[in-house]
């Protein structure tokens, strides 16, 4: 599978631009600021149908615009196949595959997998549960359109639930009778959730593990430990003993909303204990696995998106990322860098099919270049 080409139209610090792209690998090479990160997003919403860096659909129309177009044909199981995502001003966003439009969203999830592996990846071991949770099931949703169906049914009845909670607060009274039906769905899609995730987990880990030892050379013993209220076999008579404390706090306390993914070093919490080149480790591990788990799962290699990494990594890591490449482990890739010389070098290890773009100040052309004797 592999994106043939990309139009993009009022697209953050886009006006109007069409490129087409090597199957293999692409390079969008220019300083900093100058859009080339904008480029792999763009890419990133046309599998997803949302921006990796902007939760804001209009934040992505260029300023002054009042629409946003994105345009792209992908090559996937010898068939064609077109995406187009339009965001207009006052209405309703939609996605198009191969001109039909999707009535949810969510249908179109997983048809073209992505990862990217991005500067600000280390937010996943220092920032909150809530961004390792959207990590996993991220990557959940591109493989497993039941999970993904259940997740979004969980988090509607979790906001009900809360409305609510926050009316009997303010209005000091409690009316159990309208809380048990979205008690009874948080507690039996919640178990299912908890269910795909921990065997989820449960696969995910040896992958990881061999990603880092190839990165660390095995210097020390990192860990996933996945925790749950989920775990405790009396966890609906604790969800039902919880309501107190849900009135009081206004919000739901307990459920698979608070599940979360610890990550140790040698028994530690890294955040705490890892230094930067752990922690940078430790994160291209857990991408690398993402991309294995999604290869095996959807039969496709996904695309592959590297934004200025290579200004972030030590010449151990560039290798083994530079090794995966060579052994065909990836299918498409995209790299940013605002070094030009230092990617030329790298890919000159690769002699593969490749498509070098320059870009400045929104605008996007093409350099020759030859693939290597």
């Keep these: 599978m592999y994106l043939e080409n990309l139009h993009l139209y009022s697209f953050k610090n886009y006006s109007e631009e069409t490129l087409d792209f090597s199957p293999f690998i692409n390079c969008f090479l220019g300083p900093n600021g100058s859009g080339k990160t904008s480029l792999l997003d ?5 599998s997803l149908t949302k921006s990796a860096l902007n939760p804001i659909d209009n934040q992505c129309v260029k300023h002054g615009e009042t629409q946003m177009v994105l345009r792209g044909d992908f090559a996937k199981d010898s068939k064609n196949f077109q995406v187009i995502c339009h965001v207009q001003n006052g209405q309703k966003k939609t996605v198009k595959l191969n001109k039909k439009p999707y009535s949810k969203l969510s249908e179109h999830i997983g048809k073209f997998p992505v990862v990217m592996i991005a500067p600000n990846d280390t937010e996943i071991i220092r920032d909150g549960s809530e961004i390792r949770r959207k990590f996993f099931d991220g990557m959940l949703a591109q493989y497993d359109q039941p999970y993904l169906d259940i997740l979004i049914k969980y988090q509607h009845a979790l906001k009900q639930r809360n409305s609510l909670l926050k009316s ?3 209005q000091n009274r409690v009316d159990k009778d309208q809380l048990e039906p979205w008690d009874s769905r948080i507690l039996n899609w919640g178990a299912l959730l908890y269910e795909t995730r921990k065997e989820m987990v449960h696969q995910f880990i040896p992958l990881f593990e061999e990603h880092y030892n190839q990165l660390s050379d095995k210097k020390e013993k990192m860990e996933i430990v996945f925790q749950s209220d989920w775990h405790d076999e009396k966890h609906t008579q604790l969800f039902k003993d919880n309501l107190r404390k849900d009135l009081l706090l206004k919000r739901t306390m307990m459920g698979s909303h608070r599940d979360d993914y ?10 705490k204990f890892g230094s930067q080149g752990q922690q940078k480790s430790f994160v291209i591990a857990l991408k690398l696995a993402q991309f294995d788990v ?14 200025d990494i290579f200004d972030k ?8 990322v530079i090794k995966l490449a060579s052994e065909d482990t990836f299918g498409q890739i995209f790299i940013t860098d605002a070094r030009p010389e230092r990617t030329l070098a790298i890919i000159d290890q690769l002699p593969k099919e490749r498509s070098i773009f320059l870009v400045e100040s929104g605008r996007v052309n093409v350099v020759p270049d030859t693939i290597p004797e």
């Excluded at 610890?262 to 955040?271: A, K, Q």
């Excluded at 095996?296 to 592959?304: A, D, H, N, R, S």
């Design 42 to 46: 763009a890419i990133y919403y046309l």
């Design 168 to 170: 009997f607060a303010e």
């Design 262 to 271: 610890e990550f140790l070093i040698d028994g530690h919490p890294i955040r």
């Design 294 to 307: 999604l290869r095996e799962k959807t039969g496709v290699k996904p695309i592959l998106l590297l934004d």
């Design 313 to 320: 990594l030590d010449d151990m890591r560039i290798a083994r």
